[in-house]
């Protein structure tokens, strides 16, 4: 993850993962679905690295198409009709509307894996430690556990290989998984007793608790988190009073308002935006003390 972005507050951190969901839930206009779609990618990329985010987009685009396929045997609505199946008429508009549910879905999902790269265990120990400190630790844990179980069985399996080769049918292949996942187990439920004796020893539920935190609310998080909720609120307002939403059952109708729709739009992708120009100022901070060395 990029370092400039990781020294944001936590709290202006989830403003803007929730600011971006929020005005995307807020309307049905497929080309602000896909802008959000788009920019979660670039962001991805600028956050998670291009592999990375290249490998998880690869199975959203997958499960995208699953959601087209599907959908037009939920809506029989649309009055341009490709085929039939059985006599249950196949519209255009309901690919049309399969595919804008589609772009949703994978927008929201890679908004989510985002809000988790750049949420470690800490921050959100932090925002909900002070108000709800067993919701924060029952939260951190879980999103802390499958990517330690990745790991954790990633290195059994391998060095399973390295001791016992990959050779056999696939009933040795089979009790080889059994026995990798027996180690897993075993693993994990020692690591988790050595953690329930730590926190123990540390004091956890004996009912004097401190929070010590190094989150301190600078420049860059006020003027960051005014930017969210002036674009956010801005963009809703806009999108809640104007007609700008589309239609695609029975028949697909363009927005209305082409003018806000364009507006919405420009005022969104600023607010999208907002991490890579947090990038691009830390990049030019950096050069700018290595030329003064």
């Not at 609505?77 to 399969?98: M, R």
């Not at 002070?130 to 939260?139: D, E, H, R, V």
């Not at 292949?173 to 180690?183: F, M, Q």
Request: net charge positive; glycine share 6%; with cysteine.
């Amino acid at each position: 993850m990029n370092s400039e972005i990781e020294r944001l507050h936590p709290y202006t951190i989830i403003m803007y993962v929730v600011a971006v969901v929020l005005v995307e839930m807020l309307t049905m206009n497929i080309f602000i679905i896909a802008e959000a779609c788009i920019g979660a990618f670039i962001v991805g990329i600028v956050l998670m690295g291009p592999k990375k985010a290249f490998s998880d987009f690869l199975f959203e685009i997958l499960l995208s198409f699953f959601t087209i396929l599907i959908q037009p045997l939920f809506s029989r609505a649309g009055t341009s009709v490709l085929f039939y199946i059985n006599d249950y008429p196949v519209s255009t508009e309901a690919y049309i509307y399969g595919l804008m549910v589609a772009i949703l879905l994978v927008s929201i999902i890679q908004w989510n894996l985002l809000l988790t790269e750049s949420m470690d265990s800490k921050k959100i120990i932090y925002i909900c430690g002070t108000i709800w400190p067993k919701m924060g630790l029952t939260i951190s844990v879980i999103l802390n556990l499958i990517p330690s179980l990745k790991k954790r069985y990633q290195i059994i399996h391998e060095a399973q290989i390295s001791m016992f080769g990959q050779a056999g049918g696939w009933t040795v292949r089979l009790k080889r998984r059994i026995r990798e996942i027996s180690i897993l187990l075993s693993w994990t439920l020692e690591g988790s007793m050595e953690k329930s004796m730590s926190m123990e020893a540390r004091g956890y539920r004996s009912g004097k608790r401190e929070n010590v935190f190094d989150y301190k609310f600078r420049l860059e998080d006020k003027i960051g988190l005014t930017l969210i909720i002036s674009l956010g609120a801005l963009t809703s307002l806009i999108i809640g009073t104007s007609r700008v939403d589309m239609w695609y059952l029975p028949k697909v109708s363009l927005p209305q308002d082409m003018g806000h729709t364009f507006l919405v739009m420009v005022l969104y992708a600023c607010l999208i935006l907002l991490p890579l120009i947090v990038k691009i100022r830390g990049d030019y901070r950096w050069r700018s003390l290595n030329t003064k060395e």
